[in-house]
């Protein structure tokens, strides 16, 4: 049985969307990546979403679909994406080193941590088509 983490992919107006620079562990420190994290057990996954956007950023989101299948993590981990927008708050980096919006044109000017990067380019083949 997989840990299930859940990441956001939030965007804003013009296409922008927000990377997290991962503090933590040092194996992944200064990668960049979509918020999220672990689901409690018991929780669902909408839920999870919002609790750890809430405690990473201090923001309130509001889901939409979801972003592609399963997405493959580390052993024992799968990962589960969703497109939100912000209903509430500034992102602030509580979690992180840095936060960063990019527009398009820009989605690749940070290193995208390798579990990541294949949902960028889906979510960039997602907002081009509108």
Same mark, same amino acid.
């Given at each position: 049985?997989?840990?299930?983490?859940?990441? &956001?992919?939030?965007?804003?107006?013009?296409? #922008? /969307?927000?990377? %997290?620079?991962? =503090?933590?562990?040092?194996?992944? +420190?200064?990668?960049?990546?979509?918020?999220?994290?672990?689901?409690?057990?018991?929780?669902?996954?909408?839920?999870?979403?919002?609790?750890?956007?809430?405690?990473?950023?201090?923001?309130?989101?509001?889901?939409?679909?979801?972003?592609?299948?399963?997405? &493959?993590?580390?052993?024992?981990?799968?990962? #589960? /994406?969703?497109? %939100?927008?912000? =209903?509430?708050?500034?992102?602030? +980096?509580?979690?992180?080193?840095?936060?960063?919006?990019?527009?398009?044109?820009?989605?690749?000017?940070?290193?995208?941590?390798?579990?990541?990067?294949?949902?960028?380019?889906?979510?960039?083949?997602?907002?081009?088509?509108?």
């Amino acid at each position: 049985m997989s840990t299930i983490v859940v990441a &956001a992919v939030i965007v804003a107006p013009g296409g #922008r /969307v927000l990377a %997290a620079q991962r =503090a933590a562990p040092a194996a992944l +420190a200064g990668g960049w990546e979509f918020p999220g994290g672990k689901v409690d057990p018991g929780e669902g996954e909408v839920v999870a979403l919002i609790r750890e956007c809430r405690e990473e950023l201090g923001v309130e989101i509001t889901v939409g679909e979801r972003v592609g299948g399963d997405w &493959a993590l580390s052993e024992g981990y799968v990962l #589960r /994406v969703w497109l %939100a927008t912000l =209903a509430s708050g500034t992102p602030e +980096a509580r979690e992180h080193l840095a936060l960063r919006w990019l527009g398009p044109g820009e989605y690749y000017d940070v290193e995208w941590l390798g579990a990541d990067l294949p949902i960028m380019k889906t979510v960039e083949s997602l907002l081009q088509q509108g």
